[in-house]
């Protein structure tokens, strides 16, 4: 399965727009990216780890926030580096995820991405708010392992 099965173009536009979006008005980086396993590990552990091969931990200013997704295991994870889980209140994550998990429970894939992009970019404009000489750092589309 690819993105291309998992999503139709117009869900697959629209979460690449929520990126966009989202990124918009913060200095911080989000990406998603799907596979069909885990790889046999962890959900967080696979999501950290394709963090780091996606060098989202190479940002500036340690905002980059990965959306995670492992299909045929029916698991995703949200993981936000280092800067970004300094500043969000604790159980932030958490209240993201389970607002994603709604839509996910009804098979609305694009819907809880889109949800959960949302969140994670209202927390970054609040603490990573744009700056005139932001670039973006980190493509936007969604990558598939």
Same mark, same amino acid.
């Given at each position: 399965?690819?993105?291309?099965?998992?999503?139709?173009?117009?869900?697959?536009?629209?979460?690449?727009?929520?990126?966009?979006?989202?990124?918009?008005?913060?200095?911080?980086?989000?990406?998603?990216?799907?596979?069909?396993?885990?790889?046999?590990?962890?959900?967080?552990?696979?999501?950290?780890?394709?963090?780091?091969?996606?060098?989202?931990?190479?940002?500036?200013?340690?905002?980059?926030? %990965?959306?995670?997704? &492992?299909?045929?295991?029916? +698991? *995703?994870?949200?993981?936000?580096?280092? @800067? !970004?889980? /300094?500043?969000?209140?604790?159980?932030?994550?958490?209240?993201?995820?389970? %607002?994603?998990?709604? &839509?996910?429970?009804?098979? +609305? *894939?694009?819907?809880?991405?889109?949800? @959960? !992009?949302? /969140?994670?970019?209202?927390?970054?404009?609040?603490?990573?708010?744009?700056?005139?000489?932001?670039?973006?750092?980190?493509?936007?589309?969604?990558?598939?392992?």
């Amino acid at each position: 399965m690819k993105v291309s099965d998992l999503f139709t173009q117009e869900e697959e536009n629209a979460i690449v727009a929520a990126i966009g979006a989202a990124e918009q008005n913060t200095s911080g980086e989000i990406r998603v990216h799907i596979e069909a396993t885990r790889k046999g590990k962890e959900t967080l552990d696979r999501a950290i780890e394709v963090f780091q091969e996606l060098e989202m931990h190479q940002t500036e200013a340690r905002n980059g926030v %990965l959306f995670y997704l &492992a299909y045929e295991d029916h +698991a *995703f994870s949200i993981f936000g580096d280092q @800067g !970004i889980n /300094e500043k969000v209140p604790p159980g932030f994550w958490d209240a993201t995820r389970d %607002l994603m998990e709604k &839509a996910f429970k009804r098979s +609305a *894939f694009a819907e809880g991405l889109i949800a @959960g !992009i949302g /969140e994670a970019g209202r927390a970054l404009k609040v603490y990573f708010p744009y700056q005139s000489n932001d670039q973006n750092e980190l493509d936007d589309s969604i990558s598939e392992g």
